[in-house]
């Protein structure tokens, strides 16, 4: 006879009735005044030292805005905003930020184009604090300090206040460092987005190519799947490939720009020698006879009437210009390499200067400055189709294009920008500092502040290679050199252990001066009793 088993109770065992976990009670949403208060309350206590430290870099923004109401202007301005009125590509520069600036148009306001980009500027600084905190553990003094550049130096809230694209395309690409640092191994889909910033980046500024092959080297270096870096570089090359063709579409060349020879052209002209070159007939009136220590700047190779490719109609910015344009500067860097490296090494040198010096010329540095009135609307800027309003600038704000200077906001910022910003030698050594913790993590090639590090180095040794040296240039390199210096020497790398190590040295040193021997306290204690005896003898007491 077979005996079935009893049935299991449904009542919950002793042993699981002890071992039950209540639930903790959930927290109210933030969206809920209660909720919002423990949020605030939680934020304040875990990152006291970095809001007291934003706090004033936000009124300085908000004192930039009320004082030049409602933007700065600097000469490549008008171009961007003409384009934005013409809806047209740029040939000479990506119109990414034109773009941009389109579709902000209607609403007709330069104030949300640069609050907006303060508001970039700031976030940027969020990135570097959140990603040293959250991801590598960094001291909140020393992820607080890593911000202080971005969020203090007054050229960079002038630069923010500037109808320009170098603040848009610094927080596409911090944002893009945030994204991929974030986690130990970044997933599939953020390596996707990764690369839509850069591909976007692109198209705002064209040196965010080049950062593509910085990215995809450092992935490799960190194993990350060969996927995940396809990813990345076929989603980056979306936009570029897209853009390209709505250039070919426009000017019948398939490429970002016309100018990109151009610009090498001049970079090479302040040293290049046609008797040691072998010049086709046709790159013969490129040459020119001016000895290389009488000649002009760079730049004055592209924009003053005596350059040579002016002598090209219709104009310099057209493919076959540019194409001749890059080929001479190509047979020039062949010919003569080391005068190429010279160029490119001073203008590079030259970022780490102490004092700020007017380069390249008087006009362009005043545009790097809050001034005492606004820049003029230039006459190329000037049209007649524009119905009512007789300038691009006036037609995209519909109304006065003119910034309005208004005391005593503008007497702050200005005086301020005068005394606050960061000398270059500062940035050299926030450059080396971060280097030594990359040396430190050598056998993991520097470890995951090698890319921070090298898109810092990157952003001012490409413009000294391919154009020019350019204050602004270096403002977006510097958060990003002070995120590699705070993540190279946080804690469980080489540099926080070598840090630590000092410190507790020091502090060994420290407390073995405060150790007297025993011996030594007695003989000083008689000493001293001894020294009082006789004074008092000699008081008479």
């Not at 986690?183 to 198209?203: H, N, Q, Y």
């Not at 109304?399 to 960061?422: C, D, E, H, K």
Request: glycine letters at 6%; proline letters at 7%; hydrophobic letters at 50%.
């Amino acid at each position: 006879m077979r005996v079935m088993p009893a049935a299991s109770s449904r009542e919950p065992s002793t042993q699981r009735a002890w071992s039950f976990r209540p639930r903790r009670p959930r927290r109210p949403g933030w969206t809920t005044w209660k909720g919002a208060r423990e949020l605030v309350g939680r934020t304040w206590s875990g990152h006291r030292l970095f809001i007291i430290v934003l706090t004033p870099a936000v009124l300085l923004r908000v004192d930039a805005e009320l004082g030049y109401r409602w933007q700065a202007w600097f000469n490549d301005s008008f171009q961007y905003v003409q384009n934005t009125v013409r809806f047209q590509l740029d040939p000479t520069r990506v119109s990414g930020y034109s773009i941009w600036l389109k579709i902000l148009q209607p609403l007709h306001s330069y104030a949300v184009v640069t609050i907006l980009q303060h508001l970039m500027a700031l976030a940027v600084a969020v990135m570097i604090y959140a990603l040293a905190r959250h991801r590598f553990g960094t001291p909140a003094w020393l992820a607080t300090l890593a911000t202080v550049p971005v969020l203090y130096d007054g050229f960079e809230i002038q630069l923010e206040h500037l109808i320009m694209a170098d603040v848009p395309f610094l927080f596409l690409i911090m944002l893009a460092v945030t994204l991929l640092l974030w986690d130990p191994v970044p997933s599939l889909r953020r390596c996707a987005l990764i690369g839509a910033l850069l591909g976007v980046a692109e198209i705002v500024r064209s040196v965010g190519l080049p950062l593509l092959a910085v990215f995809t080297v450092y992935m490799i270096i960190r194993r990350i799947s060969w996927r995940k870096v396809a990813a990345t570089i076929v989603v980056c090359l979306i936009p570029v490939f897209g853009y390209a063709g709505a250039f070919y579409a426009a000017h019948g060349q398939f490429a970002m720009t016309n100018s990109t020879g151009v610009f090498l052209y001049s970079r090479v002209m302040t040293f290049a020698d046609c008797a040691k070159m072998t010049v086709p007939p046709n790159e013969l009136s490129l040459c020119t006879t001016v000895p290389p220590d009488k000649r002009p700047i760079a730049q004055a190779y592209i924009w003053t009437p005596e350059s040579p490719l002016d002598r090209f109609p219709p104009t310099k910015f057209s493919p076959v210009p540019n194409q001749l344009a890059e080929n001479f500067a190509i047979r020039a860097i062949e010919a003569q390499p080391l005068d190429y490296a010279r160029a490119v090494f001073d203008d590079t040198w030259r970022v780490f200067a102490w004092k700020r010096v007017i380069f390249p010329n008087a006009p362009t540095y005043d545009e790097y400055i809050f001034g005492s009135r606004s820049l003029p609307i230039p006459a190329w800027d000037l049209a007649d189709n524009l119905g009512r309003y007789d300038s691009y600038a006036a037609a995209y704000a519909q109304g006065n294009p003119l910034t309005q200077v208004v005391s005593p906001f503008a007497t702050i910022i200005r005086g301020y920008q005068r005394y606050m910003w960061l000398p270059g030698t500062g940035y050299g050594l926030i450059l080396l500092a971060g280097l030594g913790g990359l040396v430190l993590a050598w056998r993991r090639f520097g470890g995951e502040a090698l890319l921070p590090w090298t898109i810092s180095l990157a952003l001012i040794v490409i413009p000294a290679a391919t154009a020019e040296f350019d204050y602004r240039y270096v403002l977006v390199a510097v958060p990003f050199a002070c995120l590699a210096a705070a993540m190279a020497f946080s804690p469980g790398t080489a540099g926080g252990e070598l840090a630590g190590r000092l410190g507790k040295r020091r502090q060994r040193a420290g407390q073995a001066a405060d150790v007297v021997p025993a011996g030594e306290k007695a003989a000083a204690a008689a000493r001293g009793s001894g020294h009082d005896e006789r004074d008092l003898a000699a008081d008479g007491t």
